[in-house]
């Protein structure tokens, strides 16, 4: 029996794209499986079914299930970065090529799928055990789209 979880990706027609996108993107990337639709499905047999590939230690299947469905912030995913660069890289890498900005460190890529890059410390500076800090620094991320840790703290250090 497995351990853990795989997340399924529901794409209309682009899970081959995806799925080689997000592992050029996130270190220790690997392309697994790929099953098609068969006769089954006349109308679709012989076209990609879904793509298993592997992340970052996380899981995947990407389906190619249709236009049924759509991605929507409700859902993302955390990147949690060792610095301000490695976060940088990400967020340039994931809005570049059609993706978005939003606020807070949120990006949607250009599939429409929801990440938020997490610089270190930002997580600890917003639930700081010091209501005045972690105010401050959540203020200051508000204002932001893009997160900078060190502008963070900052904040956070004003009196």
Same mark, same amino acid.
């Given at each position: 029996m497995s351990k853990g979880f795989t997340t399924c990706l529901w794409f209309d027609g682009e899970v081959e794209a995806a799925a080689a996108y997000y592992v050029s993107v996130f270190k220790d990337g690997r392309i697994g499986r790929? !099953?098609?639709?068969?006769?089954?499905? @006349?109308? *679709?047999?012989g076209e990609v079914l879904t793509v298993e590939f592997e992340v970052n230690g996380q899981k995947f299947v990407g389906l190619n299930g249709g236009p049924e469905f759509r991605f929507s912030e409700a859902i993302?995913?955390? =990147?949690?970065?060792d610095d301000q660069a490695e976060a940088d890289r990400y967020y340039d890498t994931l809005v570049g090529d059609g993706g978005e900005e939003s606020a807070c460190g949120w990006v949607k890529d250009r599939f429409g799928v929801s990440w938020q890059v997490i610089p @270190?410390?930002? =997580?600890?500076?917003?639930?700081d055990a010091d209501p005045g800090r972690a105010a401050r620094a959540t203020a200051a991320m508000l204002t932001m789209?893009?997160?900078? !840790? !060190?502008?963070? *703290? *900052?904040?956070?250090? !004003?009196?």
């Open positions: 790929t !099953a098609h639709y068969t006769d089954a499905v @006349p109308d *679709r047999a993302s995913f955390q =990147i949690h970065c @270190p410390g930002v =997580i600890d500076l917003v639930t789209k893009r997160l900078d !840790a !060190a502008e963070l *703290r *900052r904040a956070a250090d !004003a009196a």
